[in-house]
């Protein structure tokens, strides 16, 4: 597609679901990162696919989020057991060759557990 | 491990005014320097990157910014503010391997008529 394009746009779950956030790169793009944002806080790494490449999830804060990356394209960002603070904005994004000439993000997903 | 700090977390300007938005970072070798802006309720747009060569990059909208590797720095400039230009601001720099950044926290620019 012509953008990094994530769905739901806003996601109100209750304490305990699970829930799945979904991005869909730009076509080609081989990179695709998520990250949260916090409320008055700057972005958080959570995890980076490369290609085929074994993903680095440094950045997942808990076992509880897990993500997958189907046929190189669009990845699935899970949240099991949702706890208040993963109330955030996650977003995705995605580039070619490791982003070093910058991401394109998507308009993120904004995450409410209530 | 690399870290950005944007100093003040909240900018305000006048309309026509210089906007400075301070950038300074950590990092073991040497970065990748992006700044990007959010506006309310989408997602961060790219303003401008350093990977290498000339260290005064300019980008969209009329903003520029200067690599001092002296001063860690890589702070972002425009001389005359637009009321447009109100949105939050990030600073990025590379990890060591380049396969994500680190963003700073934040700076908000709030231009006033």
């Known amino acids: 597609g012509a953008g990094v394009s994530q769905s739901p746009s806003n996601k109100v779950t209750e304490k305990g679901k699970d829930v799945e956030l979904r991005c869909d790169p730009i076509s080609g793009h081989t990179a695709l990162y998520w990250y949260r944002q916090s409320l008055g806080q700057g972005l958080e790494f959570l995890i980076y696919f490369q290609g085929n490449s074994a993903p680095d999830k440094s950045g997942l804060p808990s076992d509880r989020f897990s993500a997958e990356r189907t046929g190189g394209s669009v990845s699935t960002l899970t949240i099991q057991r949702t706890q208040q603070e993963d109330s955030a904005v996650y977003l995705c994004?995605?580039?070619?060759?490791?982003?070093?000439?910058?991401?394109?993000f998507g308009s993120g997903t904004r995450l409410t557990v209530v | 491990a690399q870290s950005v700090t944007q100093l003040g977390s909240h900018v305000s300007v006048s309309e026509g005014a210089l906007v400075l938005l301070r950038c300074n970072y950590s990092?073991?070798?040497?970065?990748?320097l992006f700044w990007y802006v959010q506006y309310p309720n989408q997602g961060l747009q790219l303003l401008l990157k350093?990977?290498?060569?000339?260290?005064l990059v300019k980008g969209i909208n009329g903003f520029e910014a200067e690599f001092k590797k002296s001063e860690t720095s890589f702070h972002l400039t425009k001389p005359s503010a637009h009321m447009s230009d109100a949105a939050e601001y990030f600073c990025?720099?590379?990890?060591?391997?380049?396969?994500?950044?680190?963003f700073g926290s934040g700076t908000k620019l709030n231009v006033k008529p």
């Open positions: 990092s073991s070798v040497p970065p990748y």
């Open positions: 990025a720099v590379s990890g060591n391997n380049f396969n994500k950044f680190y």
């Open positions: 994004a995605s580039s070619g060759l490791q982003g070093i000439y910058g991401y394109t």
């Open positions: 350093y990977t290498t060569g000339a260290t």
